[in-house]
């Protein structure tokens, strides 16, 4: 024995991983493990609040001014994260002179852009354009007080329902041009009812 130790060998401890030996770890305190768990949650709150309020947002639609594209009772993700608006996009706006009340329609004209619409032959054109809009539900036939052709101020949008002639929108003196400062951000997917759960075009 005295000569293993002199050549600088220790012997084993008992119970420190020794063959047949059990060892014991230290119980972690069941307040550690409640406050990492709480520091999760809080964690994950504040992640989804961010995404909820800078990325994506959910809104449920009211009112048939836009089928056959969107239903009463679709719930919708709109995601304004550098979002710039674009001809055809499907946005949320909100009326600020309705208490903040949202809209869901459809961008036809920006900031600068001509619009003119044939109500007899229920046709929209952009600068001079015949818009091909196979997302309609029938022709734009129905006017209401605004007077065309108009140019879109600059900073604003020109926004129409599909279902064009039960939808009160950018042609009503009571919506107008809608300034883009009001936009929510743009539909992307449809997540109720699940059965039509998808993109939105």
């Given at each position: 024995m005295n000569?293993?130790?002199?050549?600088?060998?220790?012997?084993?401890?008992?119970?420190?991983?020794?063959p047949g030996?059990?060892?014991?770890?230290?119980?972690?305190?069941?307040?550690?493990?409640?406050?990492?768990?709480l520091e999760c949650s809080v964690h994950g709150i504040i992640l989804v609040l961010l995404i909820f309020t800078f990325v994506a947002r959910t809104s449920m639609v009211s009112g048939s001014s836009m089928?056959?594209?969107?239903?009463e009772g679709d719930m919708l993700i709109t995601s304004r994260l550098f979002y710039t608006p674009k001809q055809g996009?499907?946005?949320?706006?909100?009326?600020?002179?309705?208490?903040?009340?949202?809209?869901?329609?459809?961008?036809?004209a920006?900031?600068?852009?001509?619009?003119?619409?044939?109500?007899?032959?229920?046709?929209?054109y952009v600068d001079g354009v015949e818009l091909e809009e196979h997302y309609v539900n029938s022709k734009t036939n129905r006017s209401y007080d605004i007077e065309f052709p108009i140019v879109v101020p600059e900073g604003e949008l020109?926004?129409?329902?599909?279902?064009?002639?039960?939808?009160?929108?950018?042609?009503s003196s009571e919506i107008g041009?809608?300034?883009?400062?009001?936009?929510?951000g743009k539909v992307v997917y449809r997540v109720f009812p699940f059965e039509q759960m998808g993109k939105v075009e």
């Open positions: 000569e293993e130790l002199e050549r600088g060998e220790t012997p084993e401890a008992e119970g420190d991983g020794a030996q059990e060892t014991l770890k230290p119980k972690r305190s069941t307040f550690i493990e409640l406050y990492e768990w089928v056959p594209t969107l239903h996009d499907i946005v949320v706006a909100t009326m600020p002179f309705r208490n903040n009340e949202p809209i869901v329609k459809r961008v036809i920006l900031g600068g852009q001509e619009v003119n619409i044939d109500f007899t032959e229920g046709t929209v020109f926004l129409l329902g599909d279902n064009r002639n039960a939808s009160q929108d950018s042609r041009t809608v300034d883009e400062r009001y936009i929510f």
